[in-house]
Protein backbone atom coordinates (compact mmCIF):
# COMPACT_ATOMS: atom_id res chain seq x y z
CA UNK A 1 0.00 0.00 0.00
CA UNK A 2 2.07 3.04 -0.79
CA UNK A 3 -1.27 5.30 -0.69
CA UNK A 4 -0.73 5.99 2.98
CA UNK A 5 2.75 7.42 2.16
CA UNK A 6 1.33 9.54 -0.38
CA UNK A 7 1.15 13.74 0.23
CA UNK A 8 -2.03 14.29 1.72
CA UNK A 9 -3.24 17.87 1.13
CA UNK A 10 -3.86 19.80 4.54
CA UNK A 11 -6.74 22.85 3.36
CA UNK A 12 -7.10 25.39 6.02
CA UNK A 13 -10.00 27.89 6.00
CA UNK A 14 -12.06 28.73 2.91
CA UNK A 15 -9.29 25.88 0.68
CA UNK A 16 -11.45 22.73 2.48
CA UNK A 17 -14.82 24.00 0.65
CA UNK A 18 -12.50 22.34 -2.82
CA UNK A 19 -12.21 19.01 -0.76
CA UNK A 20 -15.71 18.75 0.93
CA UNK A 21 -17.17 19.02 -2.23
CA UNK A 22 -14.92 16.52 -3.43
CA UNK A 23 -15.76 13.93 -1.01
CA UNK A 24 -20.01 14.86 -2.05
CA UNK A 25 -18.38 13.25 -5.47
CA UNK A 26 -18.96 17.69 -6.75
CA UNK A 27 -15.67 19.70 -8.78
CA UNK A 28 -16.34 23.12 -7.92
CA UNK A 29 -14.69 26.24 -8.93
CA UNK A 30 -15.00 29.98 -7.59
CA UNK A 31 -16.87 32.56 -9.32
CA UNK A 32 -16.97 36.29 -8.38
CA UNK A 33 -19.83 37.33 -7.18
CA UNK A 34 -19.61 41.20 -8.85
CA UNK A 35 -17.44 40.16 -11.47
CA UNK A 36 -18.62 37.56 -12.51
CA UNK A 37 -14.84 36.12 -13.25
CA UNK A 38 -13.64 32.43 -11.90
CA UNK A 39 -10.91 31.31 -9.90
CA UNK A 40 -8.96 28.52 -10.34
CA UNK A 41 -8.75 27.48 -6.72
CA UNK A 42 -10.95 28.95 -4.36
CA UNK A 43 -9.93 31.66 -2.24
CA UNK A 44 -11.22 34.49 0.07
CA UNK A 45 -10.69 37.02 -2.86
CA UNK A 46 -11.28 37.94 -6.53
CA UNK A 47 -7.79 38.13 -7.91
CA UNK A 48 -9.78 39.40 -11.07
CA UNK A 49 -11.11 42.86 -9.48
CA UNK A 50 -10.81 42.39 -5.83
CA UNK A 51 -13.98 41.72 -4.64
CA UNK A 52 -14.26 39.70 -1.18
CA UNK A 53 -18.28 38.61 -2.84
CA UNK A 54 -17.17 35.35 -3.81
CA UNK A 55 -19.02 32.29 -4.22
CA UNK A 56 -18.95 28.25 -5.18
CA UNK A 57 -20.71 26.90 -8.05
CA UNK A 58 -20.77 23.18 -9.42
CA UNK A 59 -18.56 22.20 -12.70
CA UNK A 60 -19.77 19.18 -15.08
CA UNK A 61 -16.41 17.92 -15.01
CA UNK A 62 -15.94 18.22 -18.85
CA UNK A 63 -12.91 19.56 -20.29
CA UNK A 64 -9.62 20.03 -22.47
CA UNK A 65 -6.22 19.37 -21.77
CA UNK A 66 -4.15 22.76 -21.34
CA UNK A 67 -0.76 21.11 -21.25
CA UNK A 68 0.15 17.92 -19.87
CA UNK A 69 3.10 15.91 -18.83
CA UNK A 70 4.49 12.00 -18.25
CA UNK A 71 6.82 11.90 -15.72
CA UNK A 72 9.33 8.69 -15.39
CA UNK A 73 10.59 9.70 -12.18
CA UNK A 74 8.28 9.67 -9.18
CA UNK A 75 7.17 12.71 -7.15
CA UNK A 76 7.94 11.14 -4.31
CA UNK A 77 8.07 7.82 -2.80
CA UNK A 78 4.68 7.17 -2.57
CA UNK A 79 4.43 7.06 -6.35
CA UNK A 80 7.65 4.75 -6.83
CA UNK A 81 4.94 2.26 -8.50
CA UNK A 82 2.76 4.72 -10.40
CA UNK A 83 5.66 5.30 -12.51
CA UNK A 84 4.97 6.37 -15.71
CA UNK A 85 2.12 8.59 -14.91
CA UNK A 86 0.53 11.86 -16.38
CA UNK A 87 -0.23 14.89 -15.18
CA UNK A 88 -2.57 17.24 -16.67
CA UNK A 89 -3.86 20.81 -16.43
CA UNK A 90 -7.35 21.09 -17.45
CA UNK A 91 -9.22 23.80 -18.54
CA UNK A 92 -12.41 23.05 -17.46
CA UNK A 93 -15.97 23.85 -19.67
CA UNK A 94 -16.92 26.61 -16.93
CA UNK A 95 -13.41 28.66 -17.46
CA UNK A 96 -11.27 27.52 -14.24
CA UNK A 97 -8.32 25.33 -14.37
CA UNK A 98 -7.24 22.19 -12.48
CA UNK A 99 -4.14 19.89 -12.11
CA UNK A 100 -4.48 16.77 -11.41
CA UNK A 101 -3.28 13.24 -12.55
CA UNK A 102 -5.04 11.42 -15.88
CA UNK A 103 -5.96 7.66 -14.96
CA UNK A 104 -5.60 4.50 -17.31
CA UNK A 105 -3.83 7.02 -19.23
CA UNK A 106 -2.63 5.88 -22.83
CA UNK A 107 0.59 7.97 -22.58
CA UNK A 108 1.30 8.34 -26.50
CA UNK A 109 -2.85 9.50 -27.13
CA UNK A 110 -2.39 12.24 -24.69
CA UNK A 111 -2.07 15.97 -26.67
CA UNK A 112 -3.01 19.50 -25.87
CA UNK A 113 -6.60 19.83 -26.60
CA UNK A 114 -7.86 16.15 -25.63
CA UNK A 115 -11.26 15.64 -24.21
CA UNK A 116 -11.09 14.45 -20.74
CA UNK A 117 -13.37 14.32 -17.49
CA UNK A 118 -13.52 14.27 -14.01
CA UNK A 119 -13.83 11.45 -11.71
CA UNK A 120 -13.26 11.03 -7.93
CA UNK A 121 -11.21 8.73 -6.27
CA UNK A 122 -12.54 7.97 -2.84
CA UNK A 123 -8.91 7.37 -1.20
CA UNK A 124 -10.57 6.86 2.43
CA UNK A 125 -12.68 8.13 4.62
CA UNK A 126 -11.61 11.78 4.64
CA UNK A 127 -9.85 12.07 1.56
CA UNK A 128 -11.28 12.08 -2.31
CA UNK A 129 -9.16 13.35 -4.93
CA UNK A 130 -10.97 14.76 -8.07
CA UNK A 131 -8.83 12.53 -11.26
CA UNK A 132 -9.65 12.86 -14.86
CA UNK A 133 -9.94 10.31 -17.48
CA UNK A 134 -9.97 10.73 -21.88
CA UNK A 135 -13.21 11.48 -22.96
CA UNK A 136 -14.39 7.95 -25.35
CA UNK A 137 -16.40 10.43 -27.87
CA UNK A 138 -18.90 8.73 -29.58
CA UNK A 139 -18.23 9.66 -33.52
CA UNK B 1 14.62 59.70 -8.10
CA UNK B 2 16.12 57.35 -10.61
CA UNK B 3 18.84 54.82 -9.19
CA UNK B 4 20.38 54.66 -12.01
CA UNK B 5 24.36 53.63 -11.24
CA UNK B 6 24.07 54.84 -7.83
CA UNK B 7 25.91 51.86 -6.65
CA UNK B 8 28.17 49.71 -7.82
CA UNK B 9 29.41 45.84 -7.29
CA UNK B 10 32.96 46.47 -6.05
CA UNK B 11 33.83 42.69 -4.77
CA UNK B 12 32.78 39.46 -6.32
CA UNK B 13 33.46 35.88 -5.66
CA UNK B 14 32.49 32.40 -5.89
CA UNK B 15 33.28 29.30 -3.36
CA UNK B 16 35.47 26.67 -4.06
CA UNK B 17 32.83 23.46 -5.00
CA UNK B 18 34.78 20.65 -5.97
CA UNK B 19 33.53 17.25 -4.22
CA UNK B 20 34.23 16.79 -1.51
CA UNK B 21 34.97 20.15 -0.39
CA UNK B 22 33.93 19.93 2.96
CA UNK B 23 31.31 22.84 3.60
CA UNK B 24 28.05 23.41 4.91
CA UNK B 25 25.29 25.57 2.53
CA UNK B 26 26.82 28.48 5.04
CA UNK B 27 29.90 27.68 4.66
CA UNK B 28 29.97 27.90 1.02
CA UNK B 29 28.20 31.39 1.59
CA UNK B 30 30.53 32.37 4.04
CA UNK B 31 34.04 31.23 2.01
CA UNK B 32 32.47 33.33 -1.00
CA UNK B 33 31.18 36.78 1.52
CA UNK B 34 35.05 36.91 2.53
CA UNK B 35 36.51 36.31 -0.75
CA UNK B 36 34.05 39.18 -1.97
CA UNK B 37 34.90 41.72 0.36
CA UNK B 38 38.51 40.79 0.23
CA UNK B 39 38.23 41.01 -3.65
CA UNK B 40 36.44 44.92 -2.37
CA UNK B 41 39.09 45.93 -0.31
CA UNK B 42 37.39 45.75 2.33
CA UNK B 43 36.79 43.35 5.24
CA UNK B 44 33.55 42.18 7.27
CA UNK B 45 33.54 45.00 9.63
CA UNK B 46 32.77 47.28 6.92
CA UNK B 47 29.36 44.82 5.97
CA UNK B 48 25.94 47.06 7.41
CA UNK B 49 23.74 45.65 4.69
CA UNK B 50 23.08 41.33 4.08
CA UNK B 51 20.62 40.53 1.40
CA UNK B 52 20.69 36.85 0.96
CA UNK B 53 17.96 33.77 0.86
CA UNK B 54 18.29 29.91 1.06
CA UNK B 55 16.81 26.35 0.15
CA UNK B 56 18.08 25.51 4.07
CA UNK B 57 17.24 28.28 6.30
CA UNK B 58 13.65 29.23 7.22
CA UNK B 59 15.50 32.75 8.41
CA UNK B 60 18.54 33.01 6.27
CA UNK B 61 19.36 36.47 6.79
CA UNK B 62 19.83 35.53 10.51
CA UNK B 63 21.12 32.69 10.23
CA UNK B 64 24.12 33.89 7.92
CA UNK B 65 24.64 36.65 10.05
CA UNK B 66 25.14 34.55 13.10
CA UNK B 67 27.25 32.18 11.12
CA UNK B 68 29.26 35.69 10.06
CA UNK B 69 29.30 37.17 13.36
CA UNK B 70 27.57 40.44 11.35
CA UNK B 71 24.98 42.82 12.81
CA UNK B 72 24.11 44.68 10.23
CA UNK B 73 21.50 47.65 10.21
CA UNK B 74 19.79 46.69 7.33
CA UNK B 75 18.73 43.15 6.54
CA UNK B 76 16.84 41.99 3.26
CA UNK B 77 16.06 38.69 2.81
CA UNK B 78 13.52 38.99 -0.24
CA UNK B 79 12.70 34.88 -1.66
CA UNK B 80 11.70 34.65 -5.24
CA UNK B 81 13.65 31.71 -5.98
CA UNK B 82 16.68 31.52 -7.87
CA UNK B 83 16.37 35.13 -9.22
CA UNK B 84 16.15 36.87 -5.92
CA UNK B 85 20.25 37.71 -5.65
CA UNK B 86 19.32 39.59 -8.96
CA UNK B 87 16.28 41.55 -7.01
CA UNK B 88 18.89 42.30 -4.52
CA UNK B 89 20.88 44.03 -6.31
CA UNK B 90 17.90 46.50 -7.04
CA UNK B 91 17.01 46.35 -3.42
CA UNK B 92 20.47 46.98 -2.12
CA UNK B 93 20.33 50.31 -4.63
CA UNK B 94 17.84 51.57 -2.97
CA UNK B 95 18.84 50.88 0.46
CA UNK B 96 22.12 52.55 -0.29
CA UNK B 97 21.32 55.47 -2.02
CA UNK B 98 18.84 55.90 0.45
CA UNK B 99 21.42 55.71 3.61
CA UNK B 100 19.81 52.59 4.94
CA UNK B 101 23.57 50.70 4.49
CA UNK B 102 26.99 51.76 2.67
CA UNK B 103 28.57 48.50 2.25
CA UNK B 104 25.67 45.61 0.93
CA UNK B 105 26.85 41.78 0.81
CA UNK B 106 24.52 39.50 -1.06
CA UNK B 107 25.51 36.06 -0.52
CA UNK B 108 24.34 32.18 -1.21
CA UNK B 109 25.12 28.71 -0.52
CA UNK B 110 24.39 25.17 -1.61
CA UNK B 111 25.37 21.68 -1.05
CA UNK B 112 22.58 20.91 -3.69
CA UNK B 113 24.88 17.87 -4.79
CA UNK B 114 26.07 16.73 -1.52
CA UNK B 115 22.33 16.41 -0.68
CA UNK B 116 22.16 13.57 -3.59
CA UNK B 117 20.55 15.79 -5.97
CA UNK B 118 17.52 16.16 -5.53
CA UNK B 119 16.09 20.10 -5.10
CA UNK B 120 16.38 20.80 -1.57
CA UNK B 121 13.64 23.25 -0.65
CA UNK B 122 11.77 24.85 2.00
CA UNK B 123 9.05 25.42 -0.46
CA UNK B 124 5.19 24.57 0.48
CA UNK B 125 3.20 22.99 -1.98
CA UNK B 126 -0.49 24.63 -2.42
CA UNK B 127 -3.31 21.92 -1.34
CA UNK B 128 -4.31 21.82 -5.14
CA UNK B 129 -1.28 20.30 -6.38
CA UNK B 130 0.31 18.53 -3.83
CA UNK B 131 -1.66 15.31 -3.70
CA UNK B 132 -0.71 14.72 -7.38
CA UNK B 133 2.92 14.23 -7.08
CA UNK B 134 4.13 16.50 -9.67
CA UNK B 135 7.72 16.81 -9.36
CA UNK B 136 8.98 20.50 -8.59
CA UNK B 137 9.83 22.33 -10.91
CA UNK B 138 10.68 19.87 -13.66
CA UNK B 139 7.41 18.40 -13.93
CA UNK B 140 5.53 22.04 -14.49
CA UNK B 141 8.85 22.50 -17.47
CA UNK B 142 7.33 19.49 -19.03
CA UNK B 143 3.84 20.50 -19.37
CA UNK B 144 5.00 24.21 -20.39
CA UNK B 145 6.95 22.57 -22.98
CA UNK B 146 4.52 20.23 -24.18
CA UNK B 147 2.32 23.85 -24.77
CA UNK B 148 4.95 25.73 -26.26
CA UNK B 149 5.27 22.68 -28.69
CA UNK B 150 1.61 22.39 -29.36
CA UNK B 151 1.41 26.26 -29.73
CA UNK B 152 4.51 27.14 -31.57
CA UNK B 153 5.52 24.26 -33.17
CA UNK B 154 8.69 23.95 -31.12
CA UNK B 155 10.56 20.59 -31.57
CA UNK B 156 12.65 18.87 -29.06
CA UNK B 157 15.90 18.80 -31.23
CA UNK B 158 15.64 22.94 -30.85
CA UNK B 159 15.01 22.92 -27.31
CA UNK B 160 17.96 20.40 -27.18
CA UNK B 161 20.16 22.89 -29.45
CA UNK B 162 20.44 25.30 -26.29
CA UNK B 163 21.45 22.27 -24.15
CA UNK B 164 24.34 21.96 -27.33
CA UNK B 165 25.15 26.03 -27.08
CA UNK B 166 25.61 26.34 -23.43
CA UNK B 167 28.20 23.03 -23.52
CA UNK B 168 30.03 24.70 -26.04
CA UNK B 169 30.59 27.85 -24.05
CA UNK B 170 31.52 25.62 -20.97
CA UNK B 171 34.25 23.93 -23.19
CA UNK B 172 35.66 27.75 -22.84
CA UNK B 173 35.56 27.48 -19.25
CA UNK B 174 38.59 25.84 -17.34
CA UNK B 175 36.64 25.97 -14.03
CA UNK B 176 33.47 23.94 -15.75
CA UNK B 177 32.78 20.36 -14.95
CA UNK B 178 32.12 19.29 -18.26
CA UNK B 179 33.44 20.80 -21.06
CA UNK B 180 33.36 17.87 -23.68
CA UNK B 181 31.04 18.88 -26.71
CA UNK B 182 27.37 17.51 -26.66
CA UNK B 183 25.43 16.99 -29.83
CA UNK B 184 21.78 17.69 -30.31
CA UNK B 185 21.62 14.05 -30.67
CA UNK B 186 22.91 13.34 -27.17
CA UNK B 187 20.55 15.54 -25.70
CA UNK B 188 17.93 14.05 -27.35
CA UNK B 189 19.20 10.35 -26.54
CA UNK B 190 19.91 11.04 -22.80
CA UNK B 191 16.98 9.77 -20.54
CA UNK B 192 13.66 11.70 -20.51
CA UNK B 193 12.71 12.72 -17.08
CA UNK B 194 9.37 14.13 -18.23
CA UNK B 195 7.64 14.55 -21.18
CA UNK B 196 9.31 15.80 -23.46
CA UNK B 197 12.39 16.82 -21.38
CA UNK B 198 15.10 14.99 -21.32
CA UNK B 199 18.74 14.47 -18.76
CA UNK B 200 20.25 16.92 -20.75
CA UNK B 201 17.54 19.42 -20.82
CA UNK B 202 17.84 20.08 -17.45
CA UNK B 203 20.56 22.04 -15.81
CA UNK B 204 23.46 20.59 -13.85
CA UNK B 205 22.79 20.02 -10.08
CA UNK B 206 25.95 20.90 -8.05
CA UNK B 207 27.23 22.92 -5.11
CA UNK B 208 28.23 26.55 -4.87
CA UNK B 209 28.70 29.57 -3.17
CA UNK B 210 28.86 33.03 -4.65
CA UNK B 211 28.91 36.66 -3.28
CA UNK B 212 29.07 40.38 -4.25
CA UNK B 213 29.54 43.22 -2.54
CA UNK B 214 27.91 46.67 -3.23
CA UNK B 215 28.83 50.28 -2.21
CA UNK B 216 27.96 53.67 -3.61
CA UNK B 217 29.12 54.90 -6.72
CA UNK B 218 31.05 57.26 -5.05
CA UNK B 219 32.99 55.07 -2.44
CA UNK B 220 33.46 52.50 -5.40
CA UNK B 221 36.03 55.27 -7.45
CA UNK B 222 38.52 54.76 -4.14
CA UNK B 223 38.32 51.20 -4.24
CA UNK B 224 40.67 48.54 -5.93
CA UNK B 225 37.77 46.90 -8.60
CA UNK B 226 36.64 48.45 -11.57
CA UNK B 227 33.12 49.23 -10.26
CA UNK B 228 30.55 47.67 -12.03
CA UNK B 229 27.69 50.02 -12.21
CA UNK B 230 23.94 48.85 -11.32
CA UNK B 231 22.93 50.71 -14.09
CA UNK B 232 19.24 49.93 -14.04
CA UNK B 233 17.13 47.08 -12.40
CA UNK B 234 13.66 45.65 -12.32
CA UNK B 235 11.35 43.14 -11.11
CA UNK B 236 7.75 41.33 -11.01
CA UNK B 237 5.85 38.10 -10.19
CA UNK B 238 4.00 36.12 -12.77
CA UNK B 239 2.44 33.62 -10.47
CA UNK B 240 3.38 31.50 -7.91
CA UNK B 241 1.85 27.95 -8.80
CA UNK B 242 1.86 26.50 -12.54
CA UNK B 243 -2.05 25.86 -11.73
CA UNK B 244 -2.26 29.59 -11.65
CA UNK B 245 0.24 30.37 -14.40
CA UNK B 246 -2.05 33.19 -16.40
CA UNK B 247 -0.17 31.42 -20.24
CA UNK B 248 2.24 28.72 -20.17
CA UNK B 249 4.36 30.40 -23.04
CA UNK B 250 4.65 33.94 -22.15
CA UNK B 251 5.99 35.52 -19.30
CA UNK B 252 6.16 39.00 -17.44
CA UNK B 253 9.89 38.51 -17.73
CA UNK B 254 9.97 41.70 -20.57
CA UNK B 255 8.67 44.02 -18.26
CA UNK B 256 11.28 43.13 -15.09
CA UNK B 257 14.01 43.42 -18.00
CA UNK B 258 12.17 46.75 -19.43
CA UNK B 259 11.93 48.91 -16.03
CA UNK B 260 15.74 47.70 -16.09
CA UNK B 261 16.52 49.07 -19.33
CA UNK B 262 14.72 51.54 -18.85
CA UNK B 263 16.37 53.14 -15.98
CA UNK B 264 19.93 51.93 -17.62
CA UNK B 265 18.68 54.23 -20.92
CA UNK B 266 19.98 51.18 -22.60
CA UNK B 267 18.77 49.44 -25.81
CA UNK B 268 18.43 45.58 -25.67
CA UNK B 269 20.47 45.73 -29.27
CA UNK B 270 23.27 47.61 -26.98
CA UNK B 271 23.75 44.72 -24.68
CA UNK B 272 27.37 43.38 -25.07
CA UNK B 273 26.28 40.01 -22.79
CA UNK B 274 23.71 38.16 -21.51
CA UNK B 275 23.31 36.26 -18.58
CA UNK B 276 19.77 34.59 -18.73
CA UNK B 277 18.16 32.37 -16.00
CA UNK B 278 18.86 28.44 -17.94
CA UNK B 279 17.10 25.72 -15.50
CA UNK B 280 16.05 24.15 -18.14
CA UNK B 281 16.30 24.34 -22.04
CA UNK B 282 12.53 25.37 -22.35
CA UNK B 283 12.62 28.12 -19.20
CA UNK B 284 15.58 29.18 -21.49
CA UNK B 285 13.78 29.41 -24.77
CA UNK B 286 10.64 31.29 -23.16
CA UNK B 287 12.59 33.77 -21.60
CA UNK B 288 14.72 34.75 -24.42
CA UNK B 289 11.51 35.58 -26.43
CA UNK B 290 10.41 37.12 -23.50
CA UNK B 291 12.71 39.34 -23.08
CA UNK B 292 12.93 40.33 -26.82
CA UNK B 293 16.19 38.84 -28.46
CA UNK B 294 13.59 36.92 -30.45
CA UNK B 295 9.54 37.11 -31.72
CA UNK B 296 7.27 34.94 -29.26
CA UNK B 297 7.05 31.62 -30.64
CA UNK B 298 10.49 31.69 -32.86
CA UNK B 299 12.72 30.78 -30.04
CA UNK B 300 13.07 26.93 -31.44
CA UNK B 301 14.51 28.60 -34.49
CA UNK B 302 16.62 30.82 -33.02
CA UNK B 303 18.23 28.32 -30.86
CA UNK B 304 18.74 26.29 -33.08
CA UNK B 305 20.23 28.69 -35.30
CA UNK B 306 23.77 28.82 -33.55
CA UNK B 307 22.83 32.15 -32.30
CA UNK B 308 23.82 31.97 -28.66
CA UNK B 309 26.74 29.39 -29.14
CA UNK B 310 29.99 30.76 -28.99
CA UNK B 311 30.22 33.17 -32.45
CA UNK B 312 26.62 33.77 -32.59
CA UNK B 313 24.86 37.13 -32.70
CA UNK B 314 24.53 36.95 -28.73
CA UNK B 315 27.08 36.31 -26.06
CA UNK B 316 24.74 34.39 -23.55
CA UNK B 317 25.87 32.18 -20.66
CA UNK B 318 29.62 32.58 -21.47
CA UNK B 319 30.30 30.66 -18.21
CA UNK B 320 28.37 27.70 -19.55
CA UNK B 321 24.91 28.89 -17.05
CA UNK B 322 23.23 26.63 -15.39
CA UNK B 323 22.68 24.03 -18.14
CA UNK B 324 27.06 23.07 -18.37
CA UNK B 325 28.62 25.13 -15.86
CA UNK B 326 27.18 25.32 -12.17
CA UNK B 327 23.45 25.28 -10.92
CA UNK B 328 23.34 24.80 -7.20
CA UNK B 329 19.46 25.25 -6.74
CA UNK B 330 19.54 28.68 -7.25
CA UNK B 331 21.45 30.05 -10.07
CA UNK B 332 20.97 33.90 -9.82
CA UNK B 333 23.90 35.29 -8.05
CA UNK B 334 26.28 33.22 -10.67
CA UNK B 335 24.60 35.05 -13.32
CA UNK B 336 25.28 38.34 -11.72
CA UNK B 337 29.34 36.79 -11.16
CA UNK B 338 29.27 35.63 -15.38
CA UNK B 339 28.63 39.28 -16.01
CA UNK B 340 31.23 40.84 -13.39
CA UNK B 341 33.94 38.40 -15.12
CA UNK B 342 33.18 39.37 -18.62
CA UNK B 343 32.78 43.33 -17.55
CA UNK B 344 35.92 43.54 -15.44
CA UNK B 345 37.47 41.46 -18.96
CA UNK B 346 38.57 38.03 -17.06
CA UNK B 347 36.58 36.12 -18.87
CA UNK B 348 39.78 34.25 -20.52
CA UNK B 349 39.08 32.45 -23.78
CA UNK B 350 35.60 33.66 -22.92
CA UNK B 351 35.98 36.93 -23.08
CA UNK B 352 34.13 39.33 -24.82
CA UNK B 353 35.83 42.26 -26.36
CA UNK B 354 35.25 45.41 -25.09
CA UNK B 355 32.00 44.17 -22.73
CA UNK B 356 30.65 47.41 -21.16
CA UNK B 357 27.03 46.55 -20.69
CA UNK B 358 25.04 43.71 -19.49
CA UNK B 359 21.80 42.08 -18.81
CA UNK B 360 21.34 40.03 -16.05
CA UNK B 361 17.53 38.62 -15.78
CA UNK B 362 16.88 35.69 -13.42
CA UNK B 363 13.31 33.93 -13.14
CA UNK B 364 12.12 31.84 -9.89
CA UNK B 365 10.58 28.22 -9.16
CA UNK B 366 8.39 27.94 -12.50
CA UNK B 367 8.99 31.68 -14.46
CA UNK B 368 7.04 32.66 -11.31
CA UNK B 369 9.50 35.58 -10.35
CA UNK B 370 11.36 37.53 -12.74
CA UNK B 371 14.17 40.14 -11.89
CA UNK B 372 16.74 41.96 -14.18
CA UNK B 373 19.38 44.15 -13.94
CA UNK B 374 21.79 45.92 -16.53
CA UNK B 375 25.15 46.30 -14.90
CA UNK B 376 27.80 48.53 -16.56
CA UNK B 377 31.11 49.97 -16.20
CA UNK B 378 29.41 53.18 -17.61
CA UNK B 379 27.37 55.33 -15.61
Known amino acids: MTTTSKPRPTPRGEEAAYFDAAREHRLVFQRCQSCKATANYVRAICPTCGSTDVGIEDSAGRGTVHAFTTQLLPGGPGFADDVPYTLVLVDLDESFRVLADLVDADHDQVRVGTRVEVLFDDVDEELTLPRFRQVKEAS | ?379
Open chain 2, 1 to 379: VSLRSKVAIVGAAEADWPRGHGRSPLGLAAQAASRAVTDAGLTLADVDGVFTTSAYHGFPGLSLCEYLGLAPRHLDTTAMGGCSFISHLGHAAAAIATGQCEVALVAYGSTQRSDGGKLVSLSEKLAFEEPYGLIHPVGAFGMIAHRHMATYGTTSAQLASLAVSARAWAGLNPRAPYRDPLTVADVLSSRTITTPLHKFDCCLVTDGGGAVVLTSAERARDLPQTPVYVRGAGETVNHRNVLDMPDLTTTRAGEAAGRALAMADVALADIDTAHVYDAFTISLLILLEDLGFCAKGEGGEYAASGAVAPGGSLALNPSGGGLSYCHPGMLGIFLILDAVEQLRGNAGDRQVDGATTSLVHGMGLTLAAHASAVLSTEV
